[in-house]
Structure formats: structure tokens, C-alpha cells
């Protein structure tokens, strides 16, 4: 199982990114995949998760509204397309999947794949 996170990089506020995350070794169709970012000296959080048992999409409060994950299986991609971004959006983002997860804690996700940082100037 692998998932290779990409997209990162320097924006300016008020613009836009799209990260992906290509899996491979598993179907997504039976596994939660999430988004997850982390900040030096902070836990890493929630940002946004693809269900595997309701078919829905979560989202944190911080980024509702602004970021929309989406999924290719043709492509074994899933995305985060990243709207509107600010300075606080600044963050390595982590893709992650496992199964029956509480969406918004890192520990319950199995597999990781590496960092991709975003940086957000103000």
C-alpha cells in the first residue's frame, strides 16, 4: 500500500492549489482516504476525508467552504483542491487511508503517505 502526496508550493493569499495524492495497492472504493496538515509543535489535523462506510465527504470547520476533495479511480488520484488559501492555511498536508476511521484523528489512519508542503504569504 502506497500513497504518494503532491501539488505543494508557494501561493499567494487569496489563491489556489490543488494537492494530489496517488494510491496504489488497495481500492479506494473500501477505504477512508483523508487529508490531514501539521504546523511545526502541533498535532496534525483533520482537513478533509473521503468516507468509506457513508460515501460522504468531511470536512474541518476551518476549511469549509474552501476546499473540495475529490476522487479519479481511473486515475487511482484522490485530490484536494484548495480555494481561497490564507497565511494560516501554511501547513505540510498529508494524505492518509484506512478503514472505519474517526475522520479527524490521525491515529486511526493506517497508511501514510509523505508530506507536500503549502505556503500561503500574506
Known amino acids: 500500500v502506497q500513497l504518494q502526496a503532491s501539488g505543494g508550493g508557494l501561493v499567494q493569499t487569496g489563491g489556489s492549489l490543488r494537492l494530489s495524492c496517488v494510491v496504489s495497492?488497495?481500492?479506494?472504493?473500501?477505504?477512508?482516504i483523508g487529508w490531514f496538515r501539521q504546523v511545526p509543535g502541533k498535532e496534525r489535523e483533520g482537513v478533509s476525508c473521503?468516507?468509506?462506510?457513508?460515501?460522504?465527504?468531511y470536512y474541518g470547520e476551518s476549511v469549509k467552504g474552501r476546499f473540495t476533495m475529490s476522487r479519479d479511480n481511473a486515475k487511482n488520484t484522490v485530490y484536494l483542491q484548495m480555494n481561497d488559501l490564507k497565511p494560516e492555511d501554511t501547513a505540510v498536508y498529508y494524505c492518509?487511508?484506512?478503514?472505519?476511521?474517526?475522520?479527524?484523528?490521525?491515529?486511526?489512519?493506517?497508511?501514510w503517505g509523505q508530506g507536500t508542503l503549502v505556503t500561503v504569504s500574506s
Open positions: 495497492g488497495f481500492n479506494t472504493d473500501y477505504y477512508a
Open positions: 492518509a487511508a484506512s478503514q472505519n476511521v474517526q475522520w479527524r484523528t490521525a491515529a486511526w489512519y493506517k497508511y
Open positions: 473521503l468516507s468509506d462506510n457513508d460515501d460522504k465527504t
